[in-house]
């Protein structure tokens, strides 16, 4: 067949296709290849000091499909060469139809190209695809099909907007300008499918896709951030809902960021007046910053108590838990902390420890001794006042039973066994107790059970009280009262003598008269000389009993003295006493009180008595009298055992007595101190070199004639 004319006027001109086709395609590469650098900036642009060290791999493997799309380029270029190559042929032929083979060639080779582009996109992991400005998908990866759940078949030609809730096609078309301008644009996109309410986000890059001069399209390529974007809005939904504070500060402890809670807590009604303060605002001392740290600082976890400073200017306490962030150099950016308000509970802890130093005090200045014993029987508190009452420090007594303590008590552990056993819901005790020194307490406990918070005893609390003054106060009361009885009874006792006394006397005295026999004559005199003596018996009982006079009169200390002797002859003889009574001659008057006198002699004679018997059978008791330049003394001096020295400062003190309860009241001595401090005299204690106590009594010489 010959060429049609017409054709040979009009050749075509498919090479001139084919090179469009060729630029076409290294513009395509050229244009991916700017595509993935853009995303690749848009991506990691912000982030790459930030970026975790799993995701550090994406710019290596965005490398990777850069290498492999220029692979795929390399192949579709040889194609096109075959291409130029078949028609180069067919051009060679002009006017003549193609064959069929040539057909079917040229349409393998397109076919095949299109499958290689297809299989390049699908192996994304991302989505990718490409669309017309009004929203016409031209292809799309596998990647668009698993998130769609539809194939590819009812994809390619299908409006995006027909799957898309979110964003509408008003919302594209606003920024559609914007794109059509700059020819890209790239950021993160909210998407929700019809089918599918959960919304997606995506790190998006869009680039035009030119023909000539006029974009007709977009090329897509999109990263699935909804994971991450998921865990940020959890961050920042708890970052906002945390009643502890959190921030964010530069290492000089400037605030970068707070969440509400911080805000409030320090007083400041927005975040961005709380950003804007300056950290001296913050600080309450200055120096180094609070939230901040030194610049040596290796900004590891930190735990610890800081004071802020509110916006009012009061002062609060935080428990501050911190730690740095560091960049991709090693270097310290900011660090991150979270903040919690303990004010309130400092000043609690700080009410609760004066609290129990008040209590602590209180029960060191009950004047009770406080005692809690333990199921056990063991002490677990012991207050101070045991060291006055017994002579032991609290500490010596914790943890020991009550049976364990040297001359414990019988009484205080039936005392406890009661309370304990549940007989007796309060209970009370009186024993006797010894102190450390040696001297005997008297002592009163009173207890309850101690019971735990869920009602279960738990122990014993028991107060003990010395009741030693109220005991022998009672004692001497009751024997002024015996006293004061037999004070009556020896007045009535000595007039009913003094009759028939007389009467003897009398008598003996006329019969001595009348008498010639020698014998009866003496047996008369000695029963004269026994009734007169008697009779003076009587006379010093009756002296001694009857009240005293008020005032002071000159007195004769030698009768004094004489007349106590002669009321405790009879005792003294009985306990093989013997009495050396030195009577020196020229002895001045004194001035007192001799009833009072002589129930401090009386004293003094019978503790010296006491103490001859306490170490032998018999003994002497040495009185001696004497004078000074405006006194004169009597001195009493024993051989018995003496006085120890660390008693010696104490006798003279109320109740003190070195005996067993019920051998003295320990008020002896002390009345004896009493009445002579009244007649401007003393009575005074020492220890005989030669053995023995004395005690020498002094008072004031009678200036009367």
């Known amino acids: 067949m010959s060429p049609d004319p017409a054709n040979a006027s009009n050749p075509p001109r498919l090479p001139g296709n084919l090179d469009r086709e060729e630029s076409q395609l290294w513009r395509w590469l050229l244009g991916f290849m700017v595509l993935l650098a853009v995303a690749l900036a848009g991506l990691l642009y912000e982030r790459l000091e930030n970026i975790p060290f799993q ?64 299989e390049l996109i699908d192996s994304f992991d991302d989505p990718a695809c490409a669309v017309s400005l009004d929203g016409t998908m031209r292809t799309v990866n596998k990647r668009i099909t698993e998130v769609t759940g539809l194939p590819y078949s009812e994809l390619v030609g299908r409006k995006i907007y027909d799957l898309l809730e979110e964003p509408t096609q008003e919302d594209v078309e606003r920024g559609l300008g914007n794109f059509l301008q700059r020819k890209r644009w790239a950021g993160t996109v909210r998407v929700r499918l019809k089918n599918n309410s959960r919304p997606l986000y995506f790190e998006c890059a869009l680039n035009g896709i030119i023909k000539g001069d006029e974009v007709v399209g977009a090329s897509m390529l999109g990263r699935d951030v ?130 129990e130093e008040f209590r602590a005090r209180l029960l060191e200045s009950f004047p009770d001794l406080i005692l809690v014993v333990d199921l056990e029987e063991r002490y677990t508190f012991v207050s101070s006042r045991a060291r006055d009452l017994l002579g032991y420090e609290p500490k010596e007594m914790l943890g020991k039973k009550i049976s364990e303590l040297e001359d414990h008590s019988p009484e205080l552990a039936s005392l406890y066994n009661e309370l304990v056993s549940g007989k007796e819901l309060f209970a009370a005790a009186e024993y006797g107790a010894r102190h450390r020194d040696g001297s005997w307490r008297t002592m009163r406990a009173a207890g309850s059970r101690l019971v735990d918070a869920e009602a279960k005893t738990s122990g014993v609390i028991i107060s003990v009280r010395d009741i030693t003054v109220e005991r022998k106060l009672e004692q001497q009361v009751v024997q002024s009262e015996r006293l004061a009885a037999m004070g009556a009874m020896i007045g009535g006792v000595a007039h009913e003598l003094n009759n028939p006394l007389t009467a003897i006397m009398g008598v003996s005295e006329l019969l001595q008269d009348t008498e010639t026999n020698e014998a009866s004559r003496k047996q008369l005199a000695m029963l004269q000389q026994q009734a007169r003596r008697a009779a003076e018996i009587v006379q010093n009982l009756t002296y001694f009993s009857r009240p005293p006079a008020p005032g002071k009169s000159r007195i004769n200390l030698v009768e004094v003295v004489e007349r106590t002797l002669n009321l405790h002859a009879y005792s003294l003889r009985k306990n093989n006493v013997t009495v050396d009574f030195l009577k020196e001659p020229g002895v001045p008057y004194a001035l007192g009180d001799p009833h009072q006198l002589m129930q401090v002699f009386l004293n003094l004679i019978v503790n010296a008595e006491q103490a001859i018997r ?59 101190k009493s009445v002579m401090k009244e007649h401007n005299g003393s009575v005074e204690a020492a220890n005989s070199p030669e053995g023995g106590a004395v005690f020498t009594v002094t008072l004031p010489v009678s200036a009367v004639g």
């Open 226 to 355: 909804t994971e991450q974007r998921e865990k940020e809005l959890r961050f920042t939904e708890l970052f906002e809902t945390l009643q502890e504070g959190v921030y964010f500060s530069t290492p000089e402890g400037r605030l970068l960021d707070a969440n509400p809670a911080l805000v409030s807590m320090l007083g400041y009604m927005e975040k961005r007046d709380l950003l804007a303060a300056e950290p001296a605002a913050l600080n309450i001392d200055p120096g180094q910053p609070v939230l901040g740290r030194a610049v040596d600082d290796r900004g590891g976890l930190r735990t610890r108590e800081i004071k802020l400073r509110r916006k009012d200017g009061t002062a609060a306490v935080f428990l501050d838990s911190s730690r740095a962030v560091w960049d991709t150099s090693g270097n310290i950016i900011r660090y991150q902390g979270t903040l919690v308000d303990i004010t309130e509970k400092r000043k609690m802890e700080q009410q609760l420890a004066q609290q």
């Open 55 to 118: 995701l550090r791999a994406i710019p290596f493997g965005i490398l990777a499909l850069s290498i492999l799309f220029a692979v795929y380029a390399y192949g579709r270029r040889r194609e096109v060469s075959d291409l130029k190559g078949l028609l180069r042929g067919l051009q060679e032929h002009v006017g003549a139809a193609p064959s069929e083979e040539q057909l079917d060639q040229l349409s393998q080779v397109i076919m095949r190209s299109q499958r290689n582009f297809k």
């Open 614 to 672: 306490e170490v032998r059978d018999k003994g002497t008791l040495r009185i001696r009298l004497g004078k000074g330049d405006n006194s004169v003394w009597v001195s009493f001096h024993d051989d018995g055992p003496g006085i120890a020295k660390e008693n010696l400062a104490s006798i003279f003190d109320p109740f003190y007595t070195t005996k067993r309860p019920g051998r003295g009241t320990g008020l002896g001595l002390s009345i004896c």
